[in-house]
Each structure stands twice: as structure tokens, then as C-alpha cells.
T-cell receptor, first 112, second 114 residues
Framework: AQSVTQLGSHVSVSEGALVLLRCNYS??????LFWYVQYPNQGLQLLLK??????LVKGINGFEAEFKKSETSFHLTKPSAHMSDAAEYFC??????????FGAGTRLTVKP | NAGVTQTPKFQVLKTGQSMTLQCAQD?????MYWYRQDPGMGLRLIYY???????DKGEVPNGYNVSRLNKREFSLRLESAAPSQTSVYFC?????????????FGPGTRLTVL
């Protein structure tokens, strides 16, 4: 079965530090790739998505992600963390119509 | 423009009771979805409706039924609730069910089954 792996269920960074959240997927066929963010007691919001074309994708709130086919990865980064970035982040992969798989999530904590 | 709305926000049931979770979207989307979210497991698809009049099983459909009442509304029914169904339930919608279509999520329903 297709799977999505997010390395690290919890990531803690200091305010102003680099944020790196890792996502790997299992497929030889490039899928459609998404990153969602979930703030406490809310639904998921789309941060960014990769479809085709440029492998570096820019999203909202200064986040970006790079699709690396050879590594089957789609890691999320932000150069400088802000306190408001504290949330849970989900990587999602769509292989076929409606076969959308989510990773288990990474909770980001930002320390002052 | 409310987006995706869900009712109720919270619910406590006893084992064996039934209930229906309601979902509505005002974005004229064709496709709608029901997910459950459990700690450490991300979101898992229960059922989806690619378009009005169609429904299909997702990854974890057992113990649930759905109804696509019209283009706007997609309900999820638990006929006989079990403690294993304690979870947070999210409804989502998208323009279509094809690859790049972004899913928009409701705020969730937190369900506890005692």
C-alpha cells in the first residue's frame, strides 16, 4: 500500500531558526503533493502544493517545499520561525483520484 | 461565504447509540469527503462522494454510512457507535476529485463514545 512518512512527530525550534519538516512518500510514479497546517481546534488549511513544473514550491506564511523525485521526498522549510508557526503540519500525497493519503503529522513548537 | 461547516462541534454517545454528523459547503464543489483523525495516525478517509449522487468507500468505512443529500450536503451516520469510533471527524470538499484539486476542511466534530 502507498504510504506517507513524516519523520519526527514533534519538532522544536527557537524563534528565528530554520524550520525543516520532513516528508517521504512511497511511489515510483510522482504523485500530487500537499502540505497542510492545522492550528489547535481547527480544520486543516492548505500551505502549498506541488503538481508539475518547478520543483521548489512557495506557499503561504513564508513556507516552501522542494520536490525531489530521486529521494521521493517533499520536505517543508521556512528560513525563520515565528511564534505563530506553532501548529501541526501534515504532508499529503494523492496517487489516484481520491486516493489521498496523509502522514501522521508533525507538531511544531517554537520557543521564544 | 462560510466554506465548509460541520455540526455538531462536540458529541458524547453511549455504546450502541446512533447519530448523524452533518456537513455542508457553499463553494459549489462537486466532491466531498469524510475523514477521521486519531492521534499519531493523521487523517484517514472514511467515505467520499466524487459528485452528487455517488458515494464510495475510503480506507476505513466499517461502521459508517453516508448520504450525499444534494450538492451542498454530505452526512455521515454511525448506526451503532463503538468506543473505537471515538475520534475527531473532518468533512472536506473540493472542486473535483482529480489530482491537484485542493481540499477545503471544516472545523471538525469531536466525538466521544463511552
Amino acid at each position: 500500500a502507498q504510504s506517507v512518512t513524516q519523520l519526527g512527530s514533534h519538532v522544536s525550534v527557537s524563534e528565528g531558526a530554520l524550520v525543516l519538516l520532513r516528508c517521504n512518500y512511497s511511489s515510483s510514479v510522482p504523485p500530487y503533493l500537499f502540505w497542510y497546517v492545522q492550528y489547535p481546534n481547527q480544520g486543516l488549511q492548505l500551505l502549498l502544493k506541488y503538481t508539475t513544473g518547478a520543483t521548489l514550491v512557495k506557499g503561504i506564511n513564508g513556507f516552501e517545499a522542494e520536490f525531489k523525485k530521486s529521494e521521493t521526498s517533499f520536505h517543508l522549510t521556512k528560513p525563520s520561525a515565528h511564534m505563530s508557526d506553532a501548529a501541526e503540519y501534515f504532508c499529503a500525497v494523492r496517487y489516484n483520484n481520491n486516493d489521498m493519503r496523509f502522514g501522521a503529522g508533525t507538531r511544531l513548537t517554537v520557543k521564544p | 461565504n462560510a466554506g465548509v461547516t460541520q455540526t455538531p462541534k462536540f458529541q458524547v454517545l453511549k455504546t450502541g447509540q446512533s447519530m448523524t454528523l452533518q456537513c455542508a459547503q457553499d463553494m459549489n464543489h462537486n466532491s466531498m469527503y469524510w475523514y477521521r483523525q486519531d492521534p499519531g495516525m493523521g487523517l484517514r478517509l472514511i467515505y467520499y462522494s466524487a459528485s452528487e449522487g455517488t458515494t464510495d468507500k475510503g480506507e476505513v468505512p466499517n461502521g459508517y454510512n453516508v448520504s450525499r443529500l444534494n450538492k451542498r450536503e454530505f452526512s455521515l451516520r454511525l448506526e451503532s457507535a463503538a468506543p473505537s469510533q471515538t475520534s475527531v471527524y473532518f468533512c472536506a470538499s473540493s472542486v473535483g476529485d482529480w489530482g491537484i484539486a485542493e481540499q477545503f476542511f471544516g472545523p471538525g466534530t469531536r466525538l466521544t463514545v463511552l
